[in-house]
């Protein structure tokens, strides 16, 4: 099994809908994060996750919102979702010690039409 | 304004040679600087990082360079192999900020 396990892979909806796109992980870290990348404009921070009890926004948190449901489990919704949000989606966790590396899960292709 | 930029968008290199990729960052303070490998349709992953006060980093045919005065980190990968053709993305923690910074990567493809 993958360290970080994302769902769905490729996900179509349509503009206005809500979407989940949950994420887990096994490496026991407490640290969590959902990133979205976009052609030219590199991988960008939506929100973070240092423990269960805390949930910090990224520097683009607006139309998104997180739920850290566990340790190892945390989810990403788009309460109404909107064509520029389509993007790749990332999830990724480290080691509370700065200076790990990030493992990131395989992506979420997702398509807002 | 906060820049990470990476020297170029494709580099192309034969088989062999060594292949250099530059960093280069603007108004940031890092604590250290990481590189990742980025295959299509993958996510990141980890290969490297180095400190603010270390200079130099190497890991089998990868080193990288960090220097704080030039704002600059230098990742080079010897004895290139069509298996290391991939985006390279270089990655900063701002001091106290808790995250990390991505640039928008450099497309590295080896010919045989």
């Known amino acids: 099994d993958a360290d970080v396990t994302q769902t769905p892979r490729n996900r179509i909806t349509k503009t206005g809908k809500r979407i989940m796109l949950e994420c887990s992980q096994t490496?026991?870290?407490?640290?969590m994060y959902w990133y979205r990348q976009d052609p030219g404009l590199g991988l960008r921070l939506i929100y973070y996750s240092f423990d269960v009890k805390d949930i910090n926004k990224g520097e683009i948190s607006d139309g998104y919102s997180v739920s850290r449901q566990a340790q190892a489990k945390f989810s990403l919704s788009l309460e109404s979702a909107i064509p520029n949000q389509t993007a790749l989606y990332f999830c990724?966790?480290?080691?509370?010690?700065?200076?790990?590396?990030?493992?990131f899960g395989s992506g979420t292709r997702l398509t807002v039409v | 304004s906060q820049k990470i930029e990476q020297n170029s968008e494709a580099l192309n290199i034969q088989e062999g040679k060594t292949a250099t990729l530059t960093c280069n960052y603007t108004?940031?303070?890092?604590?250290?600087l990481q590189w990742y490998r980025q295959d299509p349709g993958r996510g990141p992953v980890f290969l490297l990082l180095?400190?603010?006060?270390?200079k130099e980093k190497r890991k089998e045919r990868l080193k990288v360079t960090f220097d704080t005065t030039l704002k600059q980190s230098l990742f080079h990968i010897t004895a290139s192999q069509p298996a290391d053709s991939a985006t390279y993305l270089c990655?900063?923690?701002?001091?106290?900020?808790?995250?990390?910074?991505f640039g928008t990567g450099t497309r590295l493809t080896v010919i045989p």
């Open positions: 490496k026991g870290h407490d640290r």
């Open positions: 990655a900063l923690d701002e001091t106290g900020a808790n995250n990390l910074f």
């Open positions: 180095i400190r603010e006060n270390e």
């Open positions: 990724a966790t480290s080691d509370h010690s700065r200076g790990d590396g990030y493992t």
């Open positions: 108004n940031y303070s890092p604590a250290y």
